[in-house]
């Protein structure tokens, strides 16, 4: 297709690694970054072409989707804790224009699907185990029952994952069971059935000033442990996919979901900024019910007597959050749950129409074109209202039309040209929204939608057992979103006016004899601000950013490379290095993280025999013990912008599968 696209298969994902977070086996892929904060209490920072790096926790700015089921809430805040690795078939990264069919917060998106079920029962226990006490185990079932109508495949996985932390104050436990049951529905229909439930307990180190990560990059800082602060999450969701042909050339898809979250944090909010009377408190408390469907129609037709595929569908998802306040403390008792100080219902909805069209007007020509109205809805009701703390209840509605065109020419059966443009649409998150950058009371409802718009040239070439993907793009925002400054687990968040990001995205991968296989990517992505502006009121000791700053939270340059002998059997083993070219952590680009180069090496050796197969491994990462920041915190108003990555550090493990 005319974009630039990623697809990497769930064993290649697993292979050899802890399985226990996604940053593993992602690595590579040319415009994507995946840091691990090794701090479960936030979730990893995903960022596509820079979009998502501002995200002080969770995900933000792209789209997740798992097994077709949106992993991001229709305000665009995701998170990827209900992802399992276990029982992933693939994962797929879309970059660019194209992500804009997406909605609302696709700069990109990130598609993961689950594994089907075939043949007899099988059965996969797995188990690992490495450095700072990480232990996962867990069992997977799989197989399929049946031919034709009534035919039914199922998987079904279990794991529990936990860690002492590399850090101090860093300790976490993950439970997650996932499972899918497949169903064909007459002689053409299939109905999946989908389940995932996830709770994390973990705590949270928090980040560290630049002489602290540098003197100490275990420690935590010091409030973590005197407000014990920590976050425990609960999420069960469940959702179906229905399939049908309706003709020779028409098919129908319609999905639906359903899921719950519940979110408890801990802050390290000192107690005297908690007596003013408009103030939200220390902990924070979530209950999210959250929902949706998709209705989709594909037709393959012809115009000019050329094949023509249209797709029309609409999607509707929609969030009620309860959301609260208390204080952290009682008495002299820090890190505990005290008075209520917040009470609101929150809830969000999109209706977003859209339609695709893909033309092959001639033989190696093909237009493709797409349009989605987007428009999201937020409303807030207060109900913790006193003397001092008035009703900050209110709505904000956002919405734009999303246009994409692109144009593909295919020179060769194996090499493709193609130019492509699309406008994007980001709305304010929930989260974003809650804080004001003055410190007043209410929803920060001044923040505005940012828009975006993306042009890209790429090509896409296949030379004997090679594979080459090049793109360069630009794109142009309005409004910026950007954090205006973090203290104590919050962070407000401002728009900065206009921004520009000009990037060159490289990939080859190889297969250079029998069982040896290269790759190689790089990324260039030069993203800074357009026009000055202030985090807050100007002043003369808060002056302005000036224009031509670089966003922080985003590198110049990112590069990984890769060998490995990788048989169906026996020995295998790989070295991967990846260059982290260096962030600047704030507007003022005064600090930044170093760039590091990180060195890992693997080795395993699988096993077949009738039913059995054994797959055994072990690595290292960071081999020269390289100190670096695996992730950062933009804006920090401490100053404690790094978060540091492990040192030195193995895993070792083994699955073993039985077809009975």
């Not at 003013?276 to 924070?284: K, L, R």
């Not at 115009?303 to 306040?325: F, H, I, S, Y």
């Not at 804006?635 to 009975?660: H, I, L, Q």
Request: proline share 5%; aromatic share 10%.
């Amino acid at each position: 297709m005319p974009a630039s696209v990623t697809v990497i298969d769930g064993a290649q994902i697993r292979a050899n690694e802890m399985q226990a977070n996604l940053s593993e086996g992602l690595r590579g892929i040319p415009g994507l970054t995946v840091r691990n904060r090794e701090n479960y209490a936030q979730d990893l920072q995903v960022g596509i072409r820079g979009f998502g790096a501002r995200s002080a926790f969770g995900v933000r700015g792209i789209r997740l989707y798992v097994d077709g089921i949106p992993a991001t809430m229709p305000d665009g805040q995701g998170q990827t804790s209900n992802i399992d690795l276990s029982s992933i078939a693939s994962a797929e990264v879309l970059r660019g224009p194209f992500s804009t069919l997406y909605g609302n917060s696709s700069g990109g998106v990130l598609l993961t699907e689950t594994e089907t079920g075939e043949g007899p029962l099988k059965l996969t226990p797995s188990f690992a185990t490495g450095s700072n006490g990480q232990l996962r185990y867990g069992m997977k079932a799989s197989g399929s029952r049946g031919d034709g109508p009534g035919a039914i495949d199922y998987l079904l996985s279990a794991n529990h994952f936990r860690t002492d932390g590399y850090r101090d104050h860093s300790e976490a436990e993950k439970n997650q069971v996932n499972a899918k049951l497949g169903m064909q529905m007459g002689d053409s229909g299939h109905l999946s059935l989908l389940f995932n439930h996830v709770d994390v307990s973990a705590q949270d180190p928090q980040g560290l000033t630049r002489e602290e990560f540098e003197n100490d990059p275990r420690a935590s800082s010091p409030n973590a442990k005197t407000y014990n602060v920590r976050k425990t999450t609960k999420q069960t969701q469940g959702g179906l996919v229905y399939e049908q042909p309706l003709s020779g050339n028409t098919d129908l898809r319609v999905m639906g979901y359903y899921g719950e979250r519940e979110t408890k944090q801990f802050l390290s909010i000192p107690i005297a900024p908690q007596r003013a009377p408009s103030h939200a408190g220390g902990v924070i408390w979530l209950k999210r019910q959250y929902g949706g469907t998709d209705i989709r129609l594909t037709s393959r037709l012809s115009l000019a007597d050329r094949p023509l595929t249209l797709v029309a569908g609409v999607a509707w998802d929609t969030m009620r959050e309860a959301r609260k306040g208390y204080e952290n403390f009682i008495g002299d008792q820090l890190g505990v749950q005290g008075n209520l100080r917040r009470d609101e219902i929150n809830t969000v909805w999109n209706l977003d129409p859209y339609v695709q069209a893909s033309w092959q007007f001639a033989d190696r020509w093909t237009l493709d074109a797409g349009l989605r109205y987007s428009n999201v809805h937020f409303k807030s009701s207060d109900r913790y209202i006193t003397n001092g703390n008035a009703d900050d209840s209110g709505t904000a509605n956002y919405s734009k039309l999303l246009p994409v065109i692109a144009l593909n020419f295919q020179a060769t059966p194996d090499l493709s040209f193609y130019v492509t443009a699309g406008r994007g649409f980001e709305t304010p998150t929930f989260n974003e929204l809650s804080y004001r950058n003055d410190n007043e009371p209410g929803l920060n409802f001044g923040l505005k939608p940012s828009i975006n718009t993306t042009l890209e040239a790429g090509a896409k070439a296949t030379i004997g057992n090679s594979q080459l993907t090049a793109a360069v793009f630009r794109t142009y925002t309005k409004d910026e979103i950007v954090s205006a400054g973090g203290s104590g687990g919050r962070t407000s968040y401002q728009n900065a006016g206009r921004t520009l990001r000009d990037g060159v995205e490289l990939s080859w991968d190889a297969q250079l004899y029998r069982s040896l296989q290269a790759h190689l990517s790089y990324t260039y992505l030069h993203a800074r601000y357009r026009d000055s502006f202030c985090s807050g009121p100007c002043s003369d000791s808060n002056p302005e950013i000036p224009a031509g700053n670089d966003i922080p939270g985003i590198a110049r340059n990112t590069a990984t490379a890769s060998l490995a002998w990788a048989p169906e059997q026996g020995w295998n083993a790989g070295v991967d290095v990846d260059y982290l070219g260096k962030v600047y952590v704030n507007d003022r680009n005064s600090e930044s993280a170093p760039s590091a180069i990180v060195t890992s090496v693997h080795t395993g050796y699988t096993w077949k025999q009738d039913q059995w197969t054994l797959n055994a491994f072990a690595r290292v990462d960071n081999v020269f013990n390289k100190r670096y920041a695996g992730s950062v915190i933009i804006n920090d108003a401490n100053n404690r912008y790094y978060e540091p990555a492990p040192g030195r550090n193995w895993t070792a493990g083994m699955t073993v599968s039985y077809r009975f």
